[in-house]
Every structure is written in C-alpha cells, then in structure tokens.
C-alpha cells in the first residue's frame, strides 16, 4: 500500500451552495494499524444532498463536520489489512469511511458486501443506502396500495428513480418529475415511469399535476420540497401519504425558507406527512437488500450510476447535485 | 307546537371574520311531517370554528351552505311528533339539524342520546362530536405514551380541554396554550394541566415552549396554526406526532397564509404530521362515548360550557369563536 493518505477536508462552512474552495485535499501518513482493526482502500465515494447539513454548524440530526475534518460519506472498498478478527483481507466492505483514499475501521458500522451478487458499485446505490431509502421509504411509509398513482419529485435522481419502479412493481401509476427532458425521456422510456414532467419548464404545477395525475395524487414521495411540494398538497387524494425523504431545494437557502401553509390540506384530505431517516431502518436492511437484489436479478428493477473519476473531483460531484447533473446515483471512483 | 319556524340563514359570504350581517333570521312556516319523519323540537345548538369553512365558496370537504339557505350545524332536541317507525315522541336526538328551532329528520345521521348518563348538552359537548374529536384524535392519531409530553394549542376551548385531560389520564404531562390568564388559571388548576400559558403574552412561542415542555414534545394536538405552531416544529421530540386538528388562526385569513416551511423538522425528528375529520370516526363513537360517561361518572373528566341563550345569538356565539370569548364547548340554547 501507498505510504500516504489523500483525504479531502471540509475548509469552510459554505454560504449557500457550496463552491470547491469550502474543500481542501490534504496528504497524510497512511494510517498504521491498531490491534482489532483493519485498513480499507476505498473504491468509490458516495456524494449525497444530506452531506450540506453536516458542512452546517446547524444543529441538526447527527452532528456537523468540523473544519479541517475528513468529509464524512458512505464508501466502499477492499481490506487490504487486518488485525480483526473477523476481518479478512481482501473482503469487501461498505461504511462511512469518508472522502479518501484509506480508511482504518473497527468493523463497528460496516457490513461485508457480496460481489457476486452485483458490481461493487451498487453497494452505494441500488443495494446501499440509497437503494434501502427508496424501498422502506415508499414501502414502509408511503403504504403504496395496487392502483393508487405515485407522484415522486427528483425522479431521476438517485432515490426518486428507484422508488418509481418499486411503485410500478407494487401495481401503482408512477409518475415523476425531473430537471431534463432528457431525464424525462429516461424516466418514462426507461425506467416505465406512467408519466413525467420537467419542472423548469412548467410554469404552473398545480395544472401539470392535473395533466399528469389526472386521478389525484395518493402517495407523494419528497426529495425535493419547495413550490412543487406546495402545488401537491393542492392536488392530493383522501387519507395520501407524503414520505418527506429530502428536501434539497432549500438545503443551500441563508434565509429560512417560508411558503404556503400546508397543515389544512392535511386535515381536509384526512392526509399523513412523515419524515424518516434510513438509518431508523439499518436493522432491516437485510430484507430490503434481499428483495432489490431479486429485481434485479428478474431485471425488474434498472439503475444508472454517473461516475466521476478521481477523489479530487469529489467537491465537484458533490456541488453538482444540486445542479442536477446527475442521472440516477452520483459516485465517485476513487482507486 | 308553534305554527311557525325561526331559523337563521346565510345572507352574504363573509371576507375576513364573519359579520352578524353575513346571517339573517327568518321565520317560516313549521314544517309538516311526511311519512317516515320526525319533527324536532331543538334546545341546544352547537357552534364550531369548522362553520367558517361551510360559509365559503371555496372547496372543502363538505358542500358549502348555499345563500339564504339554513346554517349547517349539531343540535340536540327532543321529538315533538313522528310519523317514523322507530323514533317515538318524547326522545332525544342528535343531528346535523342546523340553527332552527324545528327540524325534520328521516332518523340519518340522528343518533339517540340517553339523558340518564348526562345532561342533555352534553350530547354536543363531551359525549358528542366534540368529546370524540378529542379522544379519537389524542387516542388514534397522537398515540401517546406513558410519559411522554402532550402539548396543545387551544387548550382552554372545547376540544383542546378534554384533550389535556385524556393526556393526563393515560400517564402523559399535558401542557397547553390559550388565550387569557383565566383560561391559564383553569387549566391548571381545575383540568390538571402540568403548565399553560397566555400565547398572547408570550413574545418568543419557541423560548415559552422550552419552559414548559423542558423534554420537548411528543404529540402535539393542534386546534390553532399560525405562529405557535411554527414554533412547536422546532421543539418536537423524534418520532413526534402532530395531530392536525384545526387552523383557526387561518380560517378568516384574506390572502392565502404563509409562513416558515416546516417539512424539514418533520424528517430532522422522524415525525408525522397527520389530519383527520371526525366524521371517519362515526362507526367508532359508540365505543368512545361509553369510555367518556364512564369518565365522567368517575369524576375524572371535568367539561365547561359556555351557553348563549336565545336562536338570535347564535352568530355572535359563533364569532365569539374567533375571538376566544369561549371556555369550553359553546353551546347556544334555543328552546
């Protein structure tokens, strides 16, 4: 192994949306071993929008990233070392190691990933925690039952992609929106999503969601929040479900975020909002990861991956979630 | 009987708070029994915050009072004279029969009301809508556990008082708001509530919360809306539950209201949020009023009424809602 380390540091908190200079790549020592530990070379980096929160001294639901601290992330590698014992070289295993390239570990928080099961990558996607977001989030909260429509926002994105064809797999109408026509094209030719509409180019959400959810919405799967949202508390069934999974549309706001009320919509449709967080669902990841990867075996389920090369250009890929430049699950490919 | 029905129409659909001038009275002929029907003599009518949302045009839940027509509402009387096989003269029933002193009925939606148990307003008060809008709201939707802290706005009024009280008998601190140190005084020391507080003497609702829920909040059962319950978001527990109740805080609103978006906190603490109508609860009251009287009859729910006498007032009693003028259920009596 190398006898370095490159780790990329948080350098600032961000102002709004992050810019590369709030990140700094630093060299240090290749970390040596302690006994019941082992020595991971990561392979791919998962970037994720919930990442803004921990570069925010807000206080929130874990706690933030100090400055000048290894950005934290969830990543998957190889063993290339170990004094555990329960730990095998050459074992492959998936954890919140973060942006570099080495990560030591106690095995506390990571699980062995099979290979032969689907491609190392799909550790951080279709069966990571992106993937179990998806599937407990709709399955677990949103209660999809056959023939209710499922309105997903970020449909293209990682979750929202997966969470359309989990819908379509459980008898629902899946519809979707998305930032592209491209990413419309993919997500109604591709992914059989029912219908899909780009929200940059529609001026009145409230009157696409009639056109494209022409029964009603009864499950509204949220990743992004923000006026979209708003129009669907519009257009919601009797007793819907709203899985408020992200709401990325104002995770970079410096002023807090103000719009319609919402609460009397859920009265008047007897509607449920619920937020959740997958790590409430570790425990059951098992089952979840047991089912995904059935689909994909049948080919039920698809999944697409936007990978860019090299740790250094984690900040970018990062940053660029929020642009949406991705199409389905944004990894970076670190070895 | 009298020859003649007073009765109290909807005369202009009010902008803002409602006006006594957007009601009028009117006298008609009483009315004559078809086969199958009964006549109803009423004593008491209920007025509700619900009433402002039937007044106006906009779509809701429930079909708008049209012009000139008779005010919607529960009533409680006894039956003057019955062409109908199962209703007898001289029982007392509960119905949506409207602000008149007579109604017809063809015994839907009529439930009999057993004047042993209670008096005769409490058929409207805690053993009617109002009682079971408490217990299946608190009980069904806020879930609360022993030891946990209950928290309600609107406390003092009709619902919000039984709601403390249920807190506290299933082992909760009940704390609530209202809107005079009276209405402070009487949580506290007649219904049990662990703290209250005067919102409209409280200038930071996020800092008065800290106070008197020192453990956050577990279930939070809303009447009000507005502000108080912007700031409750920021003080739910994980896995809180609101209970979406009403908003009267917006019911005369003239502009659609806006304020802080509140999805976030709803993921943050893995919470719900969650609206409900009482009428889905009908098929349940049975069970919830037997565990009321029995409540009651045990001395462990105490209720206050606030009654207006005379057909005439019921608008001003109905507006009073809006500016707190009520503790407990307000009632009007009619005969």
């Known amino acids: 192994m190398a006898s370095t380390n490159r780790q990329i540091v948080l350098a600032a908190r961000p102002e709004g949306l992050p810019k590369e200079s709030d990140f700094r790549p630093i060299e240090t020592p290749a970390p040596s071993l302690g006994e019941g530990q082992f020595l991971v070379k990561i392979q791919y980096l998962s970037v994720d929008p919930y990442m803004r929160g921990r570069m925010s001294e807000a ?22 070392e170990s004094r555990h014992p329960e730990y095998r070289q050459g074992e492959v295993v998936v954890g ?39 599937y407990f989030g709709l399955l677990e909260i949103g209660q999809p ?5 499922v309105f997903v926002s970020g449909a293209a994105g990682a979750v929202g992609s997966l969470v359309g064809q989990i819908a379509k797999l459980k008898g629902c109408r899946a519809v979707g929106s998305a930032g592209s026509a491209e990413k419309v094209a993919y997500l109604k030719n591709e992914l059989g999503f029912d219908a899909a509409f780009n929200y940059k180019e529609a001026d009145d959400y409230v009157a696409k ?30 007793h819907a479900r709203i899985v408020v999974c992200g709401q990325i549309e104002q995770y970079n706001a410096t002023r807090p975020p103000r719009g319609p009320r919402v609460l009397w919509h859920l009265i008047v449709k007897q509607a449920r909002a619920e937020g959740f967080l997958i790590f409430s669902y570790t425990h059951r990841f098992p089952e979840g990861q047991k089912q995904m990867a059935q689909w994909l075996k049948e080919g039920k389920i698809k999944y697409h991956e936007t990978i860019v090369d090299g740790l250094e250009n984690a900040p970018k890929a990062f940053i660029g979630l929020f642009h949406g430049e991705n199409l389905g699950k944004q990894l970076v490919r670190v070895a």
Chains 1, 2 share one sequence.
């Open 209 to 238: 969601l009639d056109e494209v959810c022409p029964q009603g919405i009864d499950v509204y799967f949220d990743n992004v929040g923000g006026p979209l949202t708003d129009a669907v508390f519009r257009r919601i069934n009797d």
């Open 59 to 80: 206080k929130s639901y874990a706690p933030s990233v100090a400055l000048g601290e290894v950005m934290v992330g969830g990543a998957v590698g190889t063993i290339v």
């Open 145 to 149: 039952k056959e023939g209710e429509t």
């Open 96 to 134: 919140y190691f973060g942006w570099q390239e080495y990560a030591l570990s106690d095995g506390r928080g990571t699980q062995r990933f099979d290979t032969s099961v689907a491609p190392i990558s799909t550790a951080l996607s279709v069966l990571g925690m992106t993937g179990m977001t998806a």
